[in-house]
């Protein structure tokens, strides 16, 4: 059974910085997809951006892109978000997932099989 525990969120000021870490317990990530998910209240959840784990593919949001950077440290089975010139906006819960074999599929969040608890992300002066 694979365990996902997101950690790193908290206060920011906008256009600061923050990076989430998804620890993984698995006996391997091979060929799995890993996404990170943010839900606003009220609003629905979004894919933000997704990594291949064992062939490094990523895919962004557009309302990311430039300002997030995914990536994965395959021996810590850790996939991190770093979040730079944070908006407002960008305020939500954030969540890592895990889908096997099927693809990034950032769109698709009813995709994914395995999720974490999420981490409080807020960005405000």
């Known amino acids: 059974q694979l365990q996902l525990v997101e950690s790193g969120g908290g206060l920011v000021q906008p256009g600061g910085s923050l990076r989430l870490s998804c620890a993984a317990s698995?006996?391997?990530?091979?060929?799995?997809?890993i996404g990170w998910f943010r839900q606003a209240p009220g609003k629905e959840r979004e894919g933000v951006s997704c990594i291949g784990f064992t062939d490094g593919n990523t895919d962004y949001a557009d309302s990311v892109k430039g300002r997030f950077t995914i990536s994965r440290n395959i021996a810590k089975k850790t996939i991190y978000l770093q979040m730079n010139s944070l908006k407002p906006e960008d305020t939500a819960v954030y969540f890592c997932a895990a889908v096997e074999k099927r693809g990034c599929l950032l769109r698709v969040p009813e995709a994914y099989d395995y999720w974490g608890q999420g981490t409080q992300v807020t960005v405000s002066s």
């Open positions: 698995a006996f391997t990530l091979d060929y799995y997809y």
